[in-house]
């Protein structure tokens, strides 16, 4: 088991994860968009299967060359919503701040795909940080900020605390959620420190994992996420809809199954972004429908994601 992030596709092809006649075409993926695979996700790819769904989230495909028409660099269209640098101001009590552009693991299926990933500017500047901070102060509608970015939670404890704190001197600011990865993906990153700034906004935290595959939910990401829902913050989860990964009821049942035992509320089953290089892993909608009504026929209401859709300029649709 490697013992470090996979960042190349020499590296993959070294580590048993991509076969070598591929090499030269993964390059030219990874030229494009960023690839990395933490120790914990390498560890879970089962390498003699050619379909493995943990594998096929994480390892760069030669479809990802592959752009069709309609597929865009911003699918839900947050520029148009951008008032300030690292912010999305779409719905009135909500806003998305966007402070880091880097991830633990690069997923292949990304709607910011364009956006994230070493080459791009990798945090948002004090400067940027300070009007951002201006702007959510002189707006008294939000209630919720959410940190988002890529993965809010690849920052260094101290970091996070300091942000939180500032969040949370502003008065009508009353919920801080975090979007992440990082409980399943690098569980080791949710040390007491990190769940402690968590909480350091003084004001409620919820922590939203995305996890597609129950796989991921191993015993050391199940530790992390009690770590941190013992410490009082709640915690959701969202899921992409992924072909090969999650597109039958029994797995979608059984990740769903899996949230619920951690502790964890489903929230929002998302119908994949038209972000490019992703056809591969697009389903129908029709098919996300009924495997809806395969959860609601066969599963507790606990295990009740909310199936949506994000459309440019109408925000998030239910389908379900
Ligand atoms: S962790 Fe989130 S932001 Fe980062 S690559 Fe995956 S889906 Fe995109």
């Not at 591929?22 to 960023?34: I, T």
């Not at 592959?66 to 951008?82: T, Y």
């Not at 292949?108 to 400067?127: D, H, Q, T, V, W």
């Not at 942000?163 to 009508?172: F, P, Q, Y």
Request: glycine share 6%; charged share 25%.
């Amino acid at each position: 088991m490697s013992s470090h992030t996979l960042r190349r596709p020499a590296e993959l092809v070294d580590a048993g994860l991509a076969p070598s006649e591929q090499l030269v075409a993964l390059e030219r993926v990874a030229e494009r968009y960023a690839v990395a695979i933490t120790p914990a996700m390498a560890a879970l790819i089962d390498a003699a299967d050619p379909h493995d769904p943990i594998a096929r989230q994480f390892v760069p495909d030669p479809a990802e060359l592959d752009v069709r028409p309609g597929e865009a660099a911003d699918p839900i269209g947050d520029e148009a919503h951008s008032p300030v640098e690292g912010l999305v101001h779409r719905y009135p009590d909500r806003l998305l701040l966007k402070l880091v552009s880097v991830c633990a693991v690069y997923c292949r299926f990304c709607f910011r795909r364009e956006m994230i990933g070493p080459g791009k500017p990798n945090a948002l500047s004090e400067e940027l940080f300070a009007a951002a901070l201006a702007y959510i102060a002189a707006h008294r509608e939000i209630w919720e900020v959410i940190l988002s970015g890529g993965d809010p939670l690849v920052l260094s404890p101290r970091r996070l605390a300091a942000v939180m704190k500032r969040l949370g001197a502003i008065e009508h600011v009353r919920i801080v959620r975090v979007h992440t990865r990082v409980p399943a993906v690098d569980p080791g990153r949710v040390t007491p420190a990190l769940v402690r700034a968590l909480k350091g906004s003084g004001k409620t935290s919820y922590v939203v994992l995305h996890a597609n595959h129950p796989r991921e939910l191993t015993c050391a990401a199940r530790a992390a996420c009690a770590r941190i829902i013992d410490a009082g913050v709640p915690m959701l989860a969202q899921s992409v809809l992924l072909k090969g990964v999650n597109d039958d009821a029994d797995t979608l049942g059984a990740l769903m199954r899996a949230f619920v035992e951690c502790r964890i509320k489903p929230y929002y089953l998302h119908h994949l972004d038209r972000a490019p290089g992703t056809a591969h892993f697009r389903t129908t909608m029709a098919h996300g429908q009924e495997l809806m009504r395969a959860l609601h026929t066969r599963y507790s209401g606990l295990c009740q994601p909310a199936y949506v859709i994000d459309r440019a300029g109408e925000g998030k649709v239910p389908v379900g």
